[in-house]
């Protein structure tokens, strides 16, 4: 019986080339879709170049948290080694600015689902389609849905086709096979055209590329599934060059088919590029494919933070309530808890319909971000140092840094900064309170031991990998 078992778990451990893809089709998602007209509209053509450094940061981050995962196996994964390596302080912090990220990107990704559907729907206001989202994204989770992670799947591969579908309808368009020859290629020459917005522009659309990498957290989490935890630096490199690639190549292309003035926020790039005459059913096709990407990603995001806000509690980071489960099968505590913050934003695209999403997109990213920094200096902490190591880590929050702060010198942006400011500065003076209540309690908390932990949470870190 025990071979058995030991063969079965073998059959589940993955290669790295099969962490790879799944990253590849887990990472891609309405940052991308969307996000990526807004960071073309703010930098302009140039903005390729910062698609680049952004995965060059990214692959930092997934390499210094695939070799903790390696060496240091732990459940909590970034929040345990930002326990271990400054103090229960530090867990506190990571953990709560993880879950506010994945809050923020699930209002974003709100948002972004109600621009897609007003494609369709023009007249209907996007709080209409926020709510409705949300609903039925609520009510997935809340009744356990065991098959959701084979939907999820099959979804991620629909939006690899998506992908795929573009880059061959684009370069049928530029060759004149199909559209009547209705696209002909502008390559933006000279450094106003490729810098409309000169240097200060392209810094602040560094924000919006780096949230198009969002998520590579979770696949640090998977890297113990590998047969050979090891080969996680090699999986995340081969993702990374992949996500890249694609970034660029699908881009670069929307970028000399669509004149810059026509790129904004509220339109995904793609659609645009899309556009003619002779092929009108293939928007629609396309916006109906960003739909279902973009509700698979917003899903499996509310798996995430209700398995995290769950962890918090039972390690008593959050109140104990929300790790209560109703009829002990129902997660309605924490679910109560995370629908008041997505009411939160859907109030906001009530409020601001104009501008919500890149304040949110903005804030989001920023949260994302600092967590990153939290996994780079955990790495510096618990890893054997080394020369290299420490070039690659520095390099990281370099980036990081240039990216939260190209944030400050564009009116789309700045607001998002403050918003993400106040959420830090809140988690800050919880945390101190936190921390001040357990001294005179007499010593730091124990956190319980998660191994085998409950089987949402588990189920919550599998979904996930199919994020955004």
């Given at each position: 019986?025990?071979?058995?078992?030991?063969?079965?778990?073998?059959?589940?451990?993955?290669?790295?080339?099969?962490?790879?893809?799944?990253?590849?089709?887990?990472?891609?998602?309405?940052?991308?879709?969307?996000?990526?007209?807004?960071?073309?509209?703010?930098?302009?053509?140039?903005?390729?170049?910062?698609?680049?450094?952004?995965?060059?940061?990214?692959?930092?981050v997934f390499d210094a948290l695939a070799r903790m995962t390696a060496e240091h196996p732990e459940q909590g994964s970034f929040r345990s080694y930002a326990k271990k390596a400054f103090g229960s302080w530090a867990g506190f912090g990571s953990g709560w600015v993880y879950w506010f990220s994945e809050l923020l990107i699930m209002g974003s990704q709100l948002t972004a689902l109600s621009i897609f559907s007003r494609f369709w729907f023009p007249a209907v206001p996007m709080w209409v389609f926020a709510a409705g989202f949300a609903a039925v994204s609520l009510l997935i989770v809340f009744f356990g849905n065991k098959g959701f992670d084979r939907v999820e799947n099959i979804l991620a591969v629909i939006k690899v086709a998506a992908i795929l579908m573009f880059l061959v309808i684009a370069a049928a368009l530029l060759a004149g096979w199909i559209g009547g020859g209705k696209f002909t290629p502008k390559v933006p020459l000279g450094v106003k055209a490729l810098f409309p917005s000169g240097g200060i522009g392209l810094w602040s659309a560094f924000i919006f590329a780096f949230y198009a990498y969002g998520g590579i957290e979770v696949l640090g989490i998977m890297s113990y599934r590998l047969k050979k935890p090891e080969e996680a630096p090699k999986a995340g490199k081969v993702m990374l060059l992949g996500l890249a690639g694609v970034y660029v190549l699908s881009i670069g292309l929307a970028v000399i088919m669509v004149p810059l003035s026509a790129f904004n926020p509220k339109e995904s790039p793609f659609v645009l590029a899309l556009s003619s005459d002779h092929l009108a059913f293939v928007p629609h096709l396309f916006n109906g494919v960003l739909i279902i990407a973009g509700f698979s990603t917003m899903t499996a995001s509310l798996y995430a933070i209700t398995s995290m806000m769950i962890t918090l509690a039972q390690e008593g980071d959050a109140p104990k309530l929300f790790s209560k489960k109703w009829k002990d099968k129902y997660p309605f505590y924490a679910l109560c808890l995370i629908a008041a913050g997505l009411i939160g934003a859907i109030m906001m695209s009530l409020w601001l319909p104009g501008k919500v999403y890149e304040y949110i997109t903005t804030a989001a990213g920023l949260m994302i971000l600092y967590n990153w920094s939290f996994i780079l200096l955990s790495a510096g902490r618990l890893l054997k140092p080394s020369l290299l190591s420490g070039v690659k880590r520095w390099t990281g929050l370099v980036l990081i840094a240039a990216a939260v702060a190209g944030t400050l010198f564009h009116a789309l942006s700045r607001p998002g900064f403050y918003i993400s400011l106040l959420i830090v500065s809140l988690i800050a003076l919880s945390d101190w309170i936190v921390q001040h209540y357990r001294g005179k309690k007499g010593g730091t908390h124990e956190s319980h031991s998660l191994q085998g932990g409950p089987e949402f949470r588990i189920t919550g870190i599998r979904l996930r990998k199919n994020k955004v």
């Open positions: 019986m025990k071979q058995t078992s030991s063969k079965t778990e073998d059959d589940k451990k993955l290669k790295w080339w099969q962490l790879s893809l799944l990253g590849i089709a887990g990472t891609i998602g309405t940052g991308y879709f969307l996000g990526s007209g807004l960071a073309i509209s703010i930098g302009g053509p140039a903005v390729l170049l910062v698609y680049i450094l952004a995965a060059g940061g990214t692959y930092v």
